[in-house]
Structure formats: structure tokens, C-alpha cells
């Protein structure tokens, strides 16, 4: 049964500075993993996809890399913002469309 | 807009009296699933769907049935409702077997059972 983790539970970083989330999960045989993010009280927002096949995506300050054999997904933010603040969720997602979600880490960018 | 709405937002009730959440999609999707969120257990899916009149269980399906008779919609029903089923519950929608594209989520409905 895979299992999708990630470290830190929360972290809090000054205006600026670069953000770096971890995601780990135990099977490999994914077809893709997914970062989300999700603001208090509302739904999940796609941030990026990561095809099985493909070692990284970028959109704008985002930059997400996976790594199958060792079972590990990096979501870097470039030059963070107070609007970054929110939790990001890592999924990975296995035949028949389903998604593994990780615990999520609860981000605070101080002004 | 493409977009998944699920209805009621919020809402509180009490145990033992049946209810349905909505949920529904205007993006032609093959795939629906139901997912519900708690503090410390993250999200969990409930039920999934394939397509029409195809259905079955994720990793948390007691206490809840859905149906799937259009393709646009996917209701998730509490029979009998108790204190547990409180909860965060979120739909979700994407096409079937297509790897590259991403799942779209509803808003939310935050459920308390009294």
C-alpha cells in the first residue's frame, strides 16, 4: 500500500527566502505526482504535474523534481511571498486514477 | 469555467438522519471520486468512479454509498450519519487513464454530525 510523507509538518521563513518542501513515498510505481495547494477552508488548487517519466516541471517561481528510485518529490519556491502562505499537499498517483495524499505542509511567509 | 460544485457547502445535522452531498462536473470526465479530510489523518479517499453506472470503494467506504447515473454527477449519501462522518469532504474529477492531466477538486463541504 503506498504511503506519501511529508517533511516538514510546518515551516515558517521570512519574505524572500527560498521554500524547500519535501515529499516522500514508499512505491515507486506511480504514473505521475502531483503538488496542490490549499488555503484555509478551501478546495485544492494544481500547482504541477510530474509524469513518471519526467525528473522535473517549472511554472514560474515553482519548481518541482522527482526522483522515482528513491521514492522522493522537492517542490522548491523561488523568492517567497506572504501569499505563499497555505499548505501544500503532495499526491501520487497509481492505475485506476487514484491519489495518495500526504499529510501536508502548513507554510507561513513572514512580511 | 471548468469547474466541480458540490452542494451543500456547509452543514450541520444530526445522527441517524439521512443526507446527500452533491457534486458535479462540466468538464465531460470519466473519473469522479469522493474524498473526506481530518486533522492529522489527511485526505482519504471515500468511493471512486470510473464512469457511468461504475463505481467502487477507496480506502474509507463504510458508512457511505454513491451512485453514479450521469456523467456529470456523483452524490455522496449518509444513510445514517454519526459523529465520525464529521468531516471535511471533498469531490474531485479528472479523465480516465490519461496520466499527464491533473485532478480538478470541488470547493469543500464541511460536515458536522451532531
Known amino acids: 500500500k503506498q504511503e506519501v510523507t511529508q517533511i516538514p509538518a510546518a515551516l515558517s521563513v521570512p519574505e524572500g527566502e527560498n521554500l524547500v518542501l519535501n515529499c516522500s513515498f514508499t512505491?515507486?510505481?506511480?504514473?505521475?505526482l502531483q503538488w496542490f495547494r490549499q488555503d484555509p477552508g478551501k478546495g485544492l488548487t494544481s500547482l504541477l504535474l510530474?509524469?513518471?517519466?519526467?525528473r522535473e516541471q517549472t511554472s514560474g517561481r515553482l519548481n518541482a523534481s522527482l526522483d522515482k528510485s528513491s521514492g522522493r518529490s522537492t517542490l522548491y519556491i523561488a523568492a517567497s511571498q506572504p501569499g505563499d502562505s497555505a499548505t501544500y499537499l503532495c499526491?501520487?498517483?497509481?492505475?485506476?486514477?487514484?491519489?495518495?495524499f500526504g499529510g501536508g505542509t502548513r507554510v507561513l511567509v513572514k512580511p | 469555467e471548468a469547474q466541480v460544485t458540490q452542494n451543500p457547502r456547509y452543514l450541520i445535522t444530526v445522527t441517524g438522519k439521512k443526507l446527500t452531498v452533491t457534486c458535479s462536473q462540466n468538464?465531460?470526465?470519466?473519473?469522479m471520486s469522493w474524498y473526506r479530510q481530518d486533522p492529522g489523518l489527511g485526505l482519504r479517499q471515500i468511493y471512486y468512479?470510473?464512469?457511468?453506472?461504475?463505481?467502487d470503494k477507496g480506502d474509507v467506504p463504510e458508512g457511505y454509498k454513491v451512485s453514479r447515473k450521469e456523467k456529470r454527477n456523483f452524490p455522496l449519501i449518509l444513510e445514517s450519519p454519526s459523529p465520525n462522518q464529521t468531516s471535511l469532504y471533498f469531490c474531485?474529477?479528472?479523465?480516465?487513464?490519461?496520466?499527464?492531466?491533473?485532478?480538478?477538486f470541488g470547493p469543500g463541504t464541511r460536515l458536522l454530525v451532531l
Open positions: 510530474i509524469q513518471s517519466s519526467q
Open positions: 499526491a501520487a498517483e497509481a492505475a485506476g486514477n487514484k491519489l495518495t
Open positions: 468538464m465531460n470526465h470519466e473519473y
Open positions: 468512479s470510473m464512469n457511468v453506472e461504475v463505481t
Open positions: 474531485a474529477s479528472s479523465h480516465a487513464g490519461l496520466t499527464g492531466e491533473t485532478q480538478y
Open positions: 512505491d515507486s510505481a506511480i504514473y505521475n
